[in-house]
Structure formats: structure tokens, C-alpha cells
């Protein structure tokens, strides 16, 4: 997955949300290990809503490893025309819910199709991927307060918590601590947990309980690219041929060659 | 479904809200299992205890939340439930305004946005309260059908016919109990067809909302003058039906309970602006300030809303141009 976030991000001149990309890495590829999702035919299947929606490197190459977007779709990453840009684009033959971009919306999206889906009688359950920064925004809390008021116990709510937002670390811009007494005091269930961990999160992720949940991910914002890690340069920028060469060393080096 | 002519006069005493959620939404809850009625704290204002009493299952209230209220409804809209949201048309359609252009707009689910006291009917609340720039907003939302009932009857007709409709329909109803009828009567509604209530040869009246029956009252004050208006209402703005724009009237005069730019008047401005040749047009509603806060029927007289009113600007207007 890494390697070909990198090679979709050579094909645009804009530039690539490469920090929010790479941390929510790990995140997108347990969410889809755990998620059930047999067809997006199927009305019974788990819901993945990525409200953030600028990690579209890790949203869109984990669609791509479960087959749902192909090599062609991720060529066309950021070209003139293409439907698969910055931010995802709701497009259900592809296994994307929902339209990214603005944030602070997928929250409230979420609890409104957990609530249909337990209205429906569904087993299936309703993940929800959000940013640390998105979390400035009010609606969430709007949301996150109505999902606790509905008992949406389908519903799981994970931050990609990297710590950064646009201007720098989340605590000099909008201090969110502490974030897991926040999400307990609106009816969560939380966890922490290392959210490049794929142990940890398939363990956090598999788990299901009488409120929704919350798992905060700690995550390295361009974790896995050294002279991006905890940079905040790393929220959207262009990686030089020379960049791109040294990351794809430091990525084979750190998982091998695949 | 049809009304009796009994129904209309329960209507008119009902007011737009009682109508709609009190009378006729409880009967179409029957037959339609894929309601779901939302608000963000307005429910009782609006007229849907009945509703929320034989339907608990079927309502959220979010609370005092509107944008949480719109992304909510289009989760349930995802699901293929069809949901309804009311709260005042001031907040829904500023507060909310990005999420309705996000989920109703860009991700084109078919949610019902019923706004409640639009205009200045929260009177004495003040201008925080005023939803006059709302029909220039939802105007902007890609898809979005704006329509504005001109009485209680109609205000129930747009609402089965946009639960009928296959996308976003903007709602905007105005006034509390007691809504003075301008259809006595049954008749023929279709969302994007205007309809003439009056003929005249000298001066068109194109009115939506609230004010059709004031332009129905100028009118007759114009007969007196020896001005022949014709009357149209135009309750969907959007889409706005430019084949019932008489163009071979002397004057064309919009009214509305809105700022004169951005809504009627600005859409039937837009649509003139294609031609090289057209009457003048007369822009009839709020102009670029705060409203002098007061009664209803004070504001609408101050504003030039009330029948006088709308028929002296007509009557110098006319002066004017010979």
C-alpha cells in the first residue's frame, strides 16, 4: 500500500496529502481486514465512512488491495477528469460511502446510517474514520453527542490521532486533551492504542460493545518517511523525483521489497 | 391526496406547520414506512407531536444542532429512508448551509428541508430570527427544488409532491396558526409550474409565499386605479417557470418576503437578463439592511409589503415610465 501511495503521488504536480496519507496507513488496512463487507450489493455489509477525507493514499490503495479500485483507477490519481482526486467522491460500485473534503461531516453521516441500519434490524456495524484535527470542528461533537443519545452500539468512531494539523501540532492549534475522557463523557466506550500496530487495531477494531466506541490511534503523521515524519510540511506537499526515491528506499527497507 | 373543502378551512385555521405535520404528514406516515422526521428542538412549534405520538420510532430530535440534523438525515437518505427536517428556515438554511450543499447538493441525497417561520414571521425575535436571505441560498444548492407555498393547502401540496420528487426539495413556510387561504379549494399543483390566479393586461404580479395573497389584494386596489395586474403564483422558484413570465405586459413586478436580490426577483432578473428586449422589471421585498423590528403587518407596511403598498410602487413605477 505504501509503495503505490508513493507512485500515485508522482503523478500529480498539485501535490498529495502525504502526511494524513501515511499515518492512517495501518488504520485503513485493519479497518478493511476486519470490516465485513461480502459485495457493496449486499445491505447487511459493515460501513466504512472516511470522513477524513484527504488520506485518499491510504483510503484508496486499501480499496485498491480489496480489489474494489483497480490499477487503472489509481493511474488516473489526480489526473484532468478523474473521479479520484484529493478527497474521496461517493461512488458505492467502488466501495466508497462517502464524499469527502469538508471536515467535520462524516461524523453525523455515520450515526444517521447507524441508525437506519439498527432501525433495519442489521448485525453489521458502521466505522467512521476522522482526523485529530477534523475534531475542532463543532459538528462532530453534535454528532458524537446524538450517537451516544441513540446508543448507536454499531457505531465505531476511529482518530487518526497524529497529532497534526495545517498550522502544526494539534495542542498549540486547539488543544483536544484529554480526548478519551471527551469521547467517555458523550456515552463512548474509548481505547488508546498504537495505531500502526495491526495487532492492536485488528484487536480494538474486532471488539463490539453496548455503547458506540471511540479508538483513538496514535499515529506518526508521514510515518514511514523520515525527513517528513512530524512535519508539518508533510499535510500536502509534492515529493521530488530524488524525495520520491529516498522514500520508496526507506519504505522497502522498513517492510522489504512488496 | 384530495382535500374537502372543509380540510382547506381546517387548513387555513391550522396554519402552514399544523397542516402539514399535524394533518397531513400522520395520514402519509401510513402508507409511506420510509419516513423519518427530524428536528433540531422545533418539533413542537412546527405541529409534530401528533406525529411524534403515533410515531415515536420515526423522529429524532438532535437536539438544538442543525447541521448535525442534516448530516443525520442523509445517513438515514443513504439508506433509502426519506428523511424530513424541520427547524426554523433562518438556522437551517445558514447554519446548515454547507452540509446542505455537501449532502443534499454534492452527494444528491433527497432530503426535505422544511423551513418553518420563514421570512419575518418570528416578528419581535428580531433579525437573528429573520430567514430572509434563504431562498438565495438553497437557490445556490446544485439540484436544490425551492419552492414557497403561498397558504396551508399549498404548503401540504408541495409537501406530498416533494416527497414525490427524486431529489432535495427546500420547503419554505412561513406565519403560525391562522393562514389566510388564497385557494378556497382543490386544485392542480405541480413543483416547477407556475400558476395564474389573476389576468390583466397592463401589469404582471409575480408573487411567491406569503405575499401571493397580498399581490392578489394589490391587484384589486390597481382595478380601482384603472390598472389591469395579473397575478401569478410562483411558488417554485427553483426551477423557476419562465413560461409563465408574460412579456408582453408593460411592467413586470416581483414580491416576495425576502431580500429583493437573490430570490424571486433575482431569478426572474437572471432569466430576463437572456433577452434583448423585455418589459421593466419591479422588485418588490427587503432591500441591503437590518429590518426595523415590530409586529408583522408593521414590518411587511414599513417594508412596502402590505397590498397598499406593493399597489402604490407599482402605481409610480407606471408614473414614472410614461
Not at chain 2, 416578528?123 to 434563504?134: P, R
Not at chain 2, 379549494?185 to 406569503?210: C, P
Not at chain 2, 408582453?248 to 416576495?256: A, Y
Amino acid at each position: 500500500m505504501k509503495l503505490k501511495a508513493l507512485e500515485m503521488t508522482q503523478g500529480s504536480a498539485f501535490g498529495s496529502h502525504i502526511g494524513g496519507g501515511f499515518s492512517a496507513m495501518e488504520i485503513m488496512a485493519s479497518i478493511y481486514a476486519v470490516a465485513q463487507i461480502p459485495s457493496m450489493e449486499d445491505p447487511g455489509r459493515d460501513r466504512v465512512i472516511v470522513s477524513k477525507g484527504h488520506c485518499t493514499l491510504a483510503y484508496f490503495t486499501a480499496l485498491w488491495k480489496k480489489g474494489f479500485l483497480s490499477e487503472e483507477d489509481l493511474a488516473c490519481f489526480e489526473a484532468d477528469g478523474s473521479s479520484y482526486y484529493a478527497h474521496a467522491f461517493r461512488n458505492l460500485a467502488k466501495g466508497i460511502e462517502f464524499s469527502g473534503g469538508s471536515l467535520g461531516l462524516g461524523v453525523s453521516f455515520a450515526a444517521g446510517v447507524a441508525r437506519a441500519c439498527k432501525e433495519k434490524n442489521l448485525e453489521n456495524r458502521v466505522f467512521v474514520v476522522v482526523g485529530d484535527g477534523e475534531l475542532n470542528e463543532g459538528m462532530v461533537w453534535e454528532a458524537l453527542m446524538s450517537a451516544g443519545k441513540m446508543k448507536l452500539d454499531n457505531l465505531t468512531v476511529i482518530v487518526d490521532r497524529n497529532g497534526y494539523q495545517v498550522d502544526g501540532p494539534t495542542e498549540e492549534v486547539m488543544d483536544l486533551s484529554p480526548l478519551e475522557k471527551k469521547f467517555e463523557a458523550f456515552g463512548f466506550e474509548a481505547c488508546t492504542i498504537d495505531g500502526h500496530s495491526l495487532g492492536e487495531l485488528v484487536d480494538a477494531l474486532s471488539k463490539r460493545s453496548s455503547s458506540p466506541r471511540a479508538i483513538i490511534a496514535k499515529t506518526i503523521k508521514a510515518h514511514g518517511i523520515s525527513f517528513l515524519e512530524n512535519n508539518k510540511m508533510s499535510h500536502h506537499c509534492v515529493l521530488s523525483k530524488k524525495k520520491y526515491e529516498q522514500a520508496v528506499q526507506e519504505i522497502k527497507a522498513a517492510y522489504g521489497a512488496e | 391526496m384530495e382535500q374537502s373543502k372543509i380540510n382547506v378551512k381546517l387548513m387555513s385555521m391550522a396554519g402552514q406547520g399544523g397542516s402539514v405535520f399535524g394533518m397531513a404528514l400522520p395520514v402519509l406516515a401510513q402508507s409511506r414506512e420510509d419516513i423519518r422526521v427530524l428536528s433540531a428542538d422545533m418539533s413542537t412549534p412546527a405541529g409534530l407531536d401528533k406525529f411524534k405520538a403515533a410515531y415515536p420510532e420515526r423522529f429524532i430530535n438532535v437536539g438544538i444542532a442543525e447541521q448535525n440534523l442534516i448530516g443525520c438525515a442523509a445517513g438515514l437518505a443513504s439508506e433509502g429512508l426519506r428523511p424530513i427536517c424541520v427547524a426554523q428556515s433562518c438556522f437551517l438554511s445558514m447554519r446548515s448551509f454547507e452540509q446542505i450543499r455537501q449532502y443534499a447538493g454534492y452527494m444528491k441525497f433527497p432530503i426535505i428541508i422544511a423551513g418553518i417561520a420563514s421570512g419575518l414571521s418570528l416578528q419581535f425575535f428580531g433579525n437573528t430570527h429573520f430567514a430572509v436571505e434563504d431562498i438565495a441560498l438553497m437557490r445556490m444548492v446544485p439540484g436544490m427544488t425551492v419552492v414557497c407555498p403561498c397558504d396551508s393547502l399549498e404548503a401540504v401540496k408541495a409537501f406530498e409532491s416533494a416527497l414525490e420528487h427524486d431529489g432535495p426539495v427546500y420547503i419554505r413556510m412561513f406565519g403560525g396558526t391562522g393562514v389566510p387561504s388564497v385557494y378556497a379549494q382543490d386544485y392542480d399543483f405541480s413543483l416547477g409550474r407556475a400558476i395564474v390566479l389573476r389576468d390583466g393586461k397592463d401589469v404582471q404580479i409575480i408573487a411567491a409565499g406569503s405575499v401571493v395573497k397580498t399581490a392578489l389584494d394589490a391587484a384589486a386596489i390597481l382595478e380601482q386605479e384603472g390598472v389591469q395586474a395579473s397575478v401569478v403564483n410562483m411558488h417554485t422558484i427553483k426551477p423557476l417557470d419562465s413560461s409563465a413570465i408574460a412579456l408582453d405586459k408593460k411592467l413586470l413586478v416581483t414580491v416576495e418576503e425576502h431580500r429583493r436580490f437573490g430570490g424571486l426577483g433575482g431569478a426572474v432578473s437572471e432569466y430576463l437578463s437572456g433577452m434583448s428586449h423585455h418589459p421593466e422589471l419591479l422588485r418588490l421585498g427587503f432591500g441591503d439592511d437590518n429590518i426595523k423590528v415590530g409586529g408583522y403587518g408593521y414590518m411587511m407596511q414599513e417594508s412596502g409589503l402590505s397590498a397598499d403598498g406593493v399597489a402604490h410602487s407599482i402605481l409610480n413605477k407606471l408614473k414614472r415610465m410614461i
